[in-house]
């Protein structure tokens, strides 16, 4: 039987690779057709399209009474995409930046710009949530406002930099490509974590240390894998875009929605926002100060998330 379920968890990663391949040239492809800066189209397109699944979970989450479930997929989310994707997109830094075009440069530090909003308002709820005694309502629909805000800010400051569109016959056929492969993606990242669990299971490894790190992990491999092959075609603004348009949702879009479904109580937020503030204002200041060799950060990153999983297993 484990023979069988490792079979599976192999086929599956098979097709997760091709997938990301396909989705990261329709990507490219569509944001040559419009114009739009690739890591654009990463924030928006993609970084909303693979963060579908933790969307689903989140909503099915409150309505069944259990935010504490919102706040750990968020969490280790947000975890996972900083401390191993962002750690490894450091660590070939070097090499996707020489490939990247002066414009996809120029996004990616505006991109961060408004990352920094994130970072400060991540913050500002940790305060307000601390003083308040947990995440209502209202302070819900304030989080959604922010998403909107941010990804506003987002087009804003990277409206100079739009390109003249480059029109594709073939524009129609690869938004299908786009939509078909962030299915096979998504579906086939959710098979392979299933699977890999069995394995784990039938390995003897405890259900703790499964849900610590294949699980955890499992919930972000869509953008782990879709970053990881952009920055290796040297698609830098797009592996960038989907990691950061992928944290503002996890911020501020599911634990906004969950509020407003249901209340979440203090709890657990205050680890929460505790590690959100140290990976978000881990990338701020990395990003700016370039005198910082990108493999440094890279480990930098990785260390923090290795904290993070040391915190978890001691508080839990």
Known sequence: MIFAYL????????????AADILVVSSSVIAR?????PV????????????????????MASLSSHPEIVLGNASGSIAANTGIAMAVIFWLYDRGIKKASGGDKVAVNNIFIALNFLFLGAGAFGMIFLLKNGIGRTAGIIMLLLMAAYFYLTAMINRKIFSVAVPDRAAGKTFKDFALSLAVLIVCCKVAVASSSQVARLAGISE???GLTIIAVGTSLPEIITSLTATKKGEWGLAVGDLVGSQA?????????????RPVKMGSSVFFFGWLSIFLGEIC????????????????????YCAYLFANVRCG
Request: proline content about 4%; glycine content about 6%.
């Open 40 to 59: 654009f189209i990463g924030v928006v397109l993609v970084g909303i399209g693979t963060s579908a699944p933790e969307i689903f979970v989140t909503l």
């Open 249 to 261: 949702l996890n911020l501020y879009f599911l634990i906004g929605l969950s509020a407003i479904v």
């Open 285 to 304: 200041f990395f990003l700016w100060d370039k005198k910082i060799p990108s493999r440094v950060k890279s480990l930098v990153l990785f260390a923090t």
């Open 208 to 210: 703790f240390i499964i």
């Open 33 to 37: 057709h419009y114009g739009i800066p």
């Open 7 to 18: 079979a599976l968890t192999v086929i599956c990663f098979f097709f997760v690779l091709k």
